[in-house]
């Protein structure tokens, strides 16, 4: 399979593309990553360096590979984290252009905007971007707790919530992924991951990992490897166990290893063939 992946980038870290291109090369894909922000490192740090790309500078990149004549063979667009709201535009320009060059890619909106520990950490204008303009015209959305209820909101304390808003994100896509689910009537010991379309759910739960600091980047990385194992031919539940089992053992290693960032180098072989298997129920 062959992503175009306009995400974030930091030298030092693993968020945007770089949590999200090594486990698809791990796995066999081929990436072409284009970066929408230039940093030294994740704002988790509180303190960074570098600057977002110009939005002619991300589009005449991607306009490059298509004067190359590979968006036809292009088979997934992966969009996360946009620094400004100037490359807004640019973003729905790229999956477009790769729509029309070939109309079975799927398009990933990962729309990064916050989480619970940090809240909202995007510009002014982002969070409508992604509400009223690139979600309705994605495939698949991979919001985490925070953004689902930032994005549609209402509360989420239950399943049921949490279902329903997540259906309410479907009015485009086909498929909403929470990636990082914490209900009020769950155990406390667990994190939930839940697929929803309009007409099922799916649910996968892994023992929750305890960190100083919880490394940064595991929604960009879950949403690449679910939609990897879903475009190319796992059925929801499947591609859904494989993206849990993957990313729990890369977080194990790394609370094993004493590690901040995300160890998926050091853990390549687990990100491939996990020792723990979770597997998917349907709701």
């Known amino acids: 399979m062959r992503f ?17 291109t090594f486990p698809l090369q791990r796995l066999g894909h081929e990436v072409w990553a ?10 988790g740090y509180g303190a960074w360096r570098g600057r977002a790309a110009s939005a002619e500078q991300v589009s005449e990149i991607v306009q490059g590979i298509e004067a190359l004549g590979q968006l036809q063979r ?10 400004d709201a100037a490359l807004a535009d640019v973003v729905l320009d790229a999956a477009g252009r790769v729509r029309s060059a070939n109309p079975r890619a799927v398009w990933c909106c990962d729309p990064v905007l916050g989480d619970i520990d940090t809240g909202v950490y995007v510009r002014p204008g982002i969070e409508a971007f992604f509400r009223d303009r690139a979600i309705p015209a994605a495939d698949l959305v991979t919001p985490n707790h925070f953004e689902l ?16 808003a997540a259906r309410l994100l479907l009015q485009g896509p086909r498929l909403a992924l929470i990636t990082s689910l914490r209900r009020a009537d769950a155990p406390p010991d667990g994190i939930e991951m839940v697929a929803v379309t309009r007409e099922a759910a799916w649910r996968v739960a892994t023992p929750m990992i305890g960190f100083p600091i919880a ?14 194992h879903w475009i190319s031919g796992d059925e929801i539940p499947e591609a859904l166990s494989k993206a849990a089992s993957s990313i729990f053992a890369v977080l194990e290693a790394t609370q094993a ?6 160890q998926l180098v050091a853990a390549q072989d687990r990100l491939v063939a996990p020792p723990r298997v979770f597997r998917a129920e349907r709701l």
């Open 34 to 43: 284009v970066n929408t922000v230039e940093f030294s490192n994740h704002t």
């Open 74 to 83: 292009c088979d997934g667009v992966l969009t996360g984290y946009v620094g």
């Open 4 to 20: 175009l992946s306009l995400q974030s980038h930091v030298a030092y870290g693993y968020v945007g593309n770089r949590a999200a």
């Open 149 to 164: 209820e930032l994005l549609t909101g209402r509360t989420v304390s239950t399943m049921d919530e949490a279902l329903a």
């Open 257 to 262: 290893m004493g590690e901040r960032e995300l």
């Open 215 to 228: 490394p940064n980047g595991t929604g960009d990385a879950v949403a690449a490897l679910f939609t990897a």
